[in-house]
């Protein structure tokens, strides 16, 4: 994958003591909390110029886009950005039957904010692409309980790693996969930000493509499905999934108009 291509040349160019944002590699000793998300890659393509606000960026796709935590220090913020523009020019070797590819100059971004905001009078829903990479296998349904694992569980999941801050005090302190039901609760709740919809399981033959690591043992299963999170993401850029560092689940913004949503942010056609 050309996202873990970048990767594997970023922080070998980094030198030694490569942020832990970068390698996703986190000392059980350390003094900073293990944060919610990594320094993530993905591609912005050629396809989304006409869903992105800035022209620069508009104007000079297909690129990459890194995604950079808040919490980053920002001594380790400066020496990634010197590192990124000492990059220009150089090649991605990512494949043995595919041209390497030249990295242009650097483009700064306007904080988190990379997409057009919906028109007035327009819901916005999301939607992952390619899919989702689901985190785990099907949990078992909860004792004195009957329910079902879906593929709306794995998309909250999902949607609940993303934003473990928001979510950790609605989350009861378990170890093991029993966990995940909890999080599945809090994510779906009636009084929760997130709205899932219209969610289903994706299959394809080429699933080993769109990860970078997985557990052995564990099968490489994905979802997707449209998202909307009220009133917090408008024009923001995000990811989900289990390879949401390295080029998968981000979340793609589809317009609808507001008269196909009830005024708590329900579908009419549910």
Request: charged share 25%; net charge positive.
């Amino acid at each position: 994958m050309v996202c873990v291509a970048l990767h594997r040349l970023l922080v070998r160019r980094w030198g030694t003591d490569v942020s832990p944002y970068l390698t996703g590699r986190w000392s059980t000793d350390s003094m900073v909390k293990r944060p919610a998300n990594n320094i993530a890659i993905q591609v912005l393509r050629k396809d989304y110029a006409s869903l992105i606000a800035d022209q620069r960026i508009a104007e000079s796709l297909p690129a990459f886009i890194l995604m950079i935590p808040s919490e980053m220090d920002a001594g380790e913020l400066r020496k990634l950005g010197t590192l990124v523009r000492s990059l220009a020019n150089s090649r991605i070797y990512y494949s043995h039957s595919k041209p390497a590819l030249r990295l242009g100059n650097p483009i700064p971004g306007e904080g988190v904010h990379l997409w057009s905001k919906p028109r007035d009078g327009m819901h916005r829903i999301w939607s992952p692409m390619p899919f989702s990479v689901n985190e785990t296998q099907a949990e078992k349904s909860p004792a004195g309980q009957s329910r079902s694992w879906t593929a709306e569980c794995n998309l909250a999941v999902s949607i609940g790693h993303v934003f473990r801050n928001v979510f950790r005090g609605q989350i009861a302190e378990k170890r093991g996969r029993g966990k995940y039901w909890d999080l599945i609760d809090a994510v779906t709740a009636g009084d929760s930000f997130v709205r899932i919809l219209a969610a289903r399981t994706v299959a394809r033959p080429d699933m080993g493509d769109y990860v970078h690591r997985m557990r052995e043992g564990f099968m490489i299963t994905a979802s997707t499905g449209l998202i909307a999170f009220e009133n917090v993401i408008k024009d923001e850029i995000l990811a989900i999934g289990q390879s949401r560092h390295f080029g998968g689940g981000l979340l793609i913004p589809m317009d609808c108009p507001e008269s196909c949503f009830t005024t708590k942010g329900q579908p009419k056609w549910r």
